[in-house]
């Protein structure tokens, strides 16, 4: 096909805008007016809440904990929930329930954000790269992406972290290559979408660089796409770190760790007075994740609602 | 009146109300509307996006989705009220008693069923007739609306086939039931020009042999002429005028409808002979309408106290059954037809661009097995071949052309986004055909500028009106200063006449017109020597289209530019061009002062794209001529002449197998064709009043 | 058509290779020398250095991945079967034959003898979830997308978007918790073991219900979004306008459209059912692939990691080849271009 463009007249809806008014707003108002538009979906608003919940925990560990996620009490093993000082009782340690839980959402909401962050700068450097250069550029990012993307996610988790070790770090190298493709990919797809786009070719037009037109003529109109796909990442993550908990490559123990209080916990389930131990953590792994699901999906609704 | 005198009454609109119901609350998308149509009449409705046209037919379908209904008032089809059907009637009706053509009929087919399948399936569906019978009915439908080849069109699956047969295939499935009533929703909107011209034919064939009712709904008053008896014109959701095709072009009352005339560039004239004048301001939108006339804030014979009180009836007019009009001061109104341009040429005749054999090839990978056996893999796309044309200081050149013509990639190689195979592109003294636009100097990229087409495309919808002028400002180096950089944007909105609080706005606070305007801001801000505007107009409505039309003659004059001005419109192109250059795949036919192109001696392929031309006025005729076939592929152009296989007036064997020679008319007029020009010149014109005895 | 396939084909061949290599070197850059690997932690320094010599670890990391290639394919000796070492690594099947991956420290015998039984084990598991997540993520996908907005489309939407926020791990330990631990309906553990007192049936039950809550709202949310996308589509309104009865508006308009897009996720599935049932099968002890994987990577046992690594990924890339061919093969706007 050539690149000639449709040059037949695609009619505009009406010589109207389509917002009448919606006065610009800076800096804080306008996040406080962006965090207003939540309200039109309650979805969004139950996952603003859950995650608001355990952000202000995980921020808040020593305020709201009375003992140390470590501290053994040596009176108390195996306390039942809802029962004396211990709000959620106790592990087979003595050790704090809630406290552990409190200290493990730190180190989920550490880990987490810091990884996604690493593979969105690494995956929108690759999409962009890929999607507005195209050729071979774009053909090399794309085949090592297909590559990456062909490994089993777990098995690149669990090669990578018995092949290099359980630590923080690792966790977010492991979780950074694995979801960089995959970010890359849909901004390439956006970024192809956009540079065909009439602004684009303006600013080619009038000379502007490569890096100046995707920083700042592409970027910040793919950003709609990356906040919900961000969100739905952010609750992945969490079960991905979850599972390496599970699979005994988290955290390294003592270290509060959602997924290693599930596995500690795991065999216990089938006994009645230590299924709390399990179900607990389990409680706040899935109601994290859900947080964040939910805001992704009320945040999609608002954005496409217009 | 009685019921018996309506029997010949097909459909019955009655002060119908239709709204949407959003988060907003009710929209009153159209508040009132009345419509009769007779057996076999043909209406054209009217009226510029927005204003309600498509949402009235889709209530005669009884088809407004979730979140839409039909309020007040009732729709009678065949003396049956639609609101009183039961879901199974509906059915019934719907695609044998009352069809639909619609305006994309890419999307209206599907994807992933053949032809065949989507057309039979009316025929089972309504008439349970076998998968034969409806076999062979449906390809003599096909037959009827000139397809070529249906038999083996009924297998392809509708991306196989072109645009212009996949019209005739919706068309066909409308008329397969012999409906009684047939709505046409823009029906050539997205077709070329001279595919248009075949379609709109093959409708009013149609409906003279089936004499089915036409319900025809268009933007394009020159459409409406070819195919209507009478036309209602609407504006924001209610009938403004209603008559016969003669009452409502030359007895025209409404003020709308004048503004309408007004702003239409006809091929009649052009600058120098007359001005568009633009309707100010835009429609309001449905939940904003001012009380009384909802065309008051536009009308420059507006009264207050008397247009914006209550609501104001549509009547009669001088006793006439067909003709009415919704305007209170209809009897005060002395319309005054627009005045001369004054236009005065102030070209010093200096060349700032001079095209010198000049082409584009792009290499295309043929993937087939057979190809890459054959070790032919690469085809070459020959998108501009040959093309010699050269453009004087402050002077429009049109570059004229139907899709794949290869205009575009024209814009795109002189701005230097791709580059030349070969040849030369001389720019004020340089050869810049080879340098891309990474390459160029600030001086040259500040001196090509370019404006677009589509006005939800052309600015960052992230950033400000005042960025993206000022972005160039600073870009240029014309200041630096931000103080300085924000007076120059304020500058330039005034040259484009716009509030300069409009700097702070973003792109989706404009309306198309406005954007549109912000993007000539943009192109203009560095003082070019030349823009180049790629279908600047054609995404607007005329009202607004005119406004901009108007905009950039003036700052070019202003500027002392050079406008390259692509489009596929001749009107406009008539109306704003000093030169016209008439491109058909990849070559230039034609080119020459813009007044010899549309008198003879003319090339072949002009003379059929000017007989496609639709023209506002019923007295003006138009002689009969009508390409046939698709354009080829640009992959594999004809040898010969480019145009030689649809050409009416082929010669034979020298046309396919001989590149034709360029011959000079004179004065610049150049003509690619191997008919003497001596029996080109012969001809009779194109258009010719239509003689009021006859 | 032709030409594509074999492009594919070729990127297949490419993806196994860079893979493997992959996994080869990440394998020789885990602590410890190959030897000591090979031969796990009980062996003395004696019998290392001997290995050491033989495998002639000295040698570049590339001459060694052609040696390992070599071994793989069947082309070379494996020189871990030679009896010279004494090392009593026997492989009934010889020492020079294709899929050769070796000896496993962890399970006490050739590689092949533990693999293909714990594949079969999860294909086993896998295959029954897929079973029951395709067709019921389509029924409510289809149903949910004809009518967004719908009581049974926002029902499905938050069901969904819960079942799949919740790990496998945690919905384990919730239907333990309900089902063993409250009802006492079914057993803690599928370890495929004891079927005089849990029959086969009833072993499976959990692991597979795990596994089909979180996979079945995604699917079924793929599919809801296509089919949501393709109901307001301008075809689905001329055929409407037509006068279609809705039903077959749906299945023959709607549906050959909608199941489009999801064809891809729902063949993508596969891969992850298989690899991805590790958290299931060590939440139940299920003796299946995932969870060999992870007891050999834990144990440090390399050669069963790179031989369920090149299992996995080969399974990965062959669905993805399958996906693409019937992609094309569903769709005519690519299938005749």
Redesign the interface.
């Known amino acids: 096909m ?21 006065p ?1 707003r800076a800096g804080f108002a306008k996040l406080l007016y962006n965090l207003g538009l939540l309200r039109e979906s309650w979805a969004a608003l139950i996952g603003v809440a859950i995650v608001g919940f355990w952000v202000l925990v995980a921020i808040f560990a020593d305020a709201v904990t009375v003992f140390g996620p470590l501290e053994q009490d040596q009176f108390a093993f195996f306390k039942q929930p809802f029962q004396g000082e211990h709000w959620l009782g106790t592990d087979q340690l003595g050790r704090d329930l809630w406290s552990r839980l409190a200290y493990g959402a730190r180190n989920t909401l550490i880990v987490a954000p810091t990884a996604m962050v690493c593979a969105y700068f690494l995956g929108i450097s690759m999409g962009m790269l890929a999607g507005y250069y195209g050729g071979w550029i774009d053909q090399l990012i794309s085949r090592i992406s297909d590559i990456i993307l062909s490994f089993p996610l777990i098995i690149l988790f669990i090669i990578i972290i018995s092949v290099f070790g359980a630590s923080a770090l690792n966790i977010i190298v492991a979780v950074t290559l694995a979801a960089s493709p995959g970010i890359g990919r849909i901004v390439r797809g956006l970024t192809l979408d956009l540079r065909n ?3 684009v ?2 600013a ?5 660089r490569s890096l100046y037109i995707m920083a ?2 592409l970027l ?2 793919a950003r709609g796409p990356l906040i919900v796909d961000a969100c739905l990442r952010m609750g992945y993550t969490v079960i991905t770190i979850g599972i390496l908990g599970f699979l005994g490559l988290g955290l390294p123990p003592p270290e509060p760790d959602w997924g290693g209080m599930v596995a500690e916990a795991r065999v216990g389930v089938t006994v009645p007075n230590l299924a709390y131990l399990a179900i607990v953590p389990s409680i706040a792994v899935s109601s994290l994740v859900i947080g964040f699901n939910l805001l992704a999906d009320g945040l999609r609704e608002i954005s496409t ?1 217009d | 009146m009685t019921d018996r005198a309506n029997d010949d009454i097909v459909l019955e609109i009655e002060n119908i109300g239709i709204s949407y119901f959003t ?1 907003i609350g009710e929209i009153p998308a159209v508040p009132d509307f009345s419509l009769r149509l007779k057996r076999g009449e043909s209406y054209g409705l009217v009226g ?3 204003c309600g046209k498509t949402t009235v037919a889709m209530a005669i ?1 009884n ?1 407004l989705g979730r979140n839409g209904g039909v309020v007040k008032g009732s729709i009678r089809f065949e003396g049956r009220d639609m609101a009183a059907m039961s879901g199974e009637e509906l ?6 008693k009352i ?2 053509v ?1 305006q ?1 009929p890419m ?7 053949t032809v065949g399948t989507q057309l039979k ?2 025929l089972v ?2 008439e349970s007739v076998s998968d034969r019978e409806a076999r062979d009915r449906c390809v003599r439908m096909l037959r009827d609306v000139n397809m070529p080849d249906p038999d083996k069109v009924m297998g392809r ?1 509708p ?2 086939i072109s645009g212009g047969q996949q019209q005739r295939v ?1 068309i066909a ?1 409308a008329m397969l039931s012999n409906p009684s009533l047939l709505l046409l929703d823009e029906p050539t ?4 020009v001279t595919v248009e011209a075949t379609v709109i034919d093959l409708i009013a064939r149609l409906r003279e042999k089936f004499d089915t009712t036409l319900l025809y709904i268009s ?1 394009n008053l020159g459409l409406i002429v070819k195919v209507c008896d009478r036309v209602g014109v609407m504006y924001s959701g209610s009938m403004v005028e209603e008559g016969t095709i003669e009452e409502l072009f030359k007895k025209t009352r409404h003020p709308y409808t004048f503004g309408l005339f007004d702003c239409i560039p006809t091929l009649g004239a052009d600058k120098r002979g007359r001005t568009l004048e633009p309707i100010p301001g ?4 449905p939940h ?1 309408r001012p009380p009384g006339c909802a065309f008051g804030p536009r009308c420059k014979y507006f009264k207050p106290g008397v247009c914006d009180r209550g609501e104001i009836p549509i009547e009669h007019l001088d006793g006439s059954a067909t003709h009415r009009a919704r305007c209170l001061r209809v009897d005060e109104i002395e319309h005054v037809a627009s005045s001369a341009g004054s236009e005065v040429d102030a070209s010093d005749g200096e060349v700032v661009l001079d095209i010198n054999r000049m082409s584009k090839f ?1 290499e295309v990978s043929d ?3 057979a190809a ?1 056996l054959k070790g032919e893999s690469t085809l070459y ?1 020959k ?1 501009n071949e040959h093309l010699n044309f050269k453009a004087q200081r402050g002077r429009t050149v049109a570059i004229v052309g ?8 024209f814009a ?1 190689v002189l ?3 791709e580059t030349a195979t070969e040849g030369e592109i001389v720019f004020e003294g340089e050869n810049i055909g080879a340098i891309s ?2 390459k ?1 100097d ?1 001086k040259l ?2 001196a ?3 404006v ?13 009106v005042g960025h993206c002028i000022g ?2 400002v600073r ?2 180096g014309i200041e630096s200063d931000p103080k300085k950089v924000r007076e120059r944007v304020g500058e330039m909105l005034d040259i484009v006449r716009l509030p300069k609080e409009f700097a ?3 792109p ?7 954007k549109q305007r912000i ?1 000539v801001a ?1 192109a203009f801000a ?1 003082n070019p020597s030349m823009v180049i505007a ?2 600047p107009v ?4 005329v ?2 289209q005119a406004a901009v039309i108007n905009l950039l003659n003036d700052v070019q004059k202003q500027y002392n530019t050079t406008l390259l001005f692509i489009s ?1 419109d001749l009107s406009v192109v008539r109306f704003i061009s000093d030169e016209i250059v008439v491109m058909y795949l990849g070559q230039i036919m034609e080119s020459g002062a813009a007044d010899t192109i549309f008198e003879p001696p003319y090339h072949p392929y002009t003379e059929a794209l000017l007989s496609a031309v639709p023209i506002p006025d019923p007295d003006i005729e138009q002689k009969r001529i009508r390409l046939e076939g698709e354009m080829p592929s ?1 992959l594999d152009p004809p040898k010969g002449c480019r145009f030689s296989t649809r050409c009416p007036r082929h010669l034979g064997e020298i046309c396919d197998e001989r590149e034709p020679p360029n011959q000079d008319a004179g004065g610049g007029h150049v003509i690619k064709c191997h008919i003497p020009l001596r029996e080109l010149a012969q001809v009779e014109p194109i258009f010719h009043q239509k003689d009021a005895a006859a | 058509m ?3 396939i074999l492009k594919r084909l070729a990127m297949m061949a490419v993806t196994m290779f860079v893979a493997s290599f992959i996994v080869f070197a990440l394998m020789e850059f885990t602590p410890g020398n190959v030897a000591s690997k090979t031969l796990g932690p009980y062996a003395t320094k004696e019998q290392k250095d001997i290995l050491f010599e033989k495998l002639q670890l000295d040698d570049p990391l590339i001459t060694r991945y052609v040696r390992w290639v070599g071994v793989l394919t069947g082309v070379t000796k494996d020189p871990l079967q030679d009896p010279e070492l004494g090392l009593g690594f026997e492989d009934p099947r010889g020492d020079r034959y294709f899929g050769n991956f070796g000896w496993s420290l962890k399970y006490r015998g050739p590689v092949n003898d533990t693999l293909w039984r714990r594949l079969e084990n999860t294909l086993i598991l896998a295959g029954i979830a897929f079973a029951i997540i395709v067709p019921l993520s389509l029924v409510f996908g289809v149903l949910s997308g004809m009518r967004e907005g719908s009581m049974l489309d926002r029902g499905l939407s938050y069901t969904s978007i819960t079942l799949t926020s919740i790990p496998e791990f945690a919905s384990a330990v919730f239907l333990t918790a309900v089902f063993v631990l409250l009802l006492g309906w079914l057993p803690g553990t599928a370890n495929m073991q004891n079927f005089e007192e849990w029959s086969w049936a009833s072993q499976m039950v959990l692991p597979v219900a795990v596994l089909v809550l979180y996979d079945f709202g995604y699917v079924a949310r793929m599919v809801r979004g296509s089919m949501v996308e393709v109901m307001t ?3 689905i ?9 809705y039903r ?1 508006v749906i299945l ?2 709607a549906l ?2 909608a199941l ?1 897009a999801p064809f891809t996720v729902i063949l993508l599935q596969i891969p992850f059912l298989i690899t991805g049932v590790v958290v299931t099968e060590i939440a139940f002890g299920y003796p299946g692939f995932g969870k060999m994987l992870l007891e050999s990577a834990l144990f440090g046992d390399i050669t069963t990691v790179e031989a369920a690594t090149l299992i996995a990924v080969f399974i990965a890339v062959s669905t993805q080849l399958i996906g693409d061919v019937g992609y094309m093969y569903i ?3 690519i299938r ?1 271009t």
């Open positions: 050539t690149d000639e463009a449709r040059e037949s007249a695609t009619r505009i809806d009406a010589d109207a805008p389509k917002s009448a008014e919606q610009d786009l009439e602004y070719s303006a080619q037009i009038r000379g502007e700042v003529e910040p109109n609602r | 988060r510029e996006s927005g379908m088809y059915r019934d009706i719907r695609g044998s069809a639909m619609y994309e999307s209206a087919l599907n994807p992933s069923l399936e009316v569906v309504h699956y991306h196989q919706v499935m909107t997205a077709l070329d933007h835009q429609v309001s939108l904003e792009y993937i087939s097995l890459i796309v998108a139907e899709s794949g013509c290869g205009k575009s990639t795109k701005t230097g986004l636009v990474e160029r600030r990229i500040r090509l500028q370019m677009f087409q589509n006005p939800d495309g052309t600015l960052n919808p992230s950033h400000s972005r160039v870009k240029f702070t706005r973003k989706r606070q404009l309306s198309g017109g406005q993007a943009r560095g790629d279908e054609s995404a607007l409505d009202s607004v596929h640009v | 032709v030409v594509f589509r301008p075809y309104r001329t055929a409407i306008l037509k006068g279609i009865p077959q023959k308009h050959r459209n489009i769709n005519p706007r005749f």
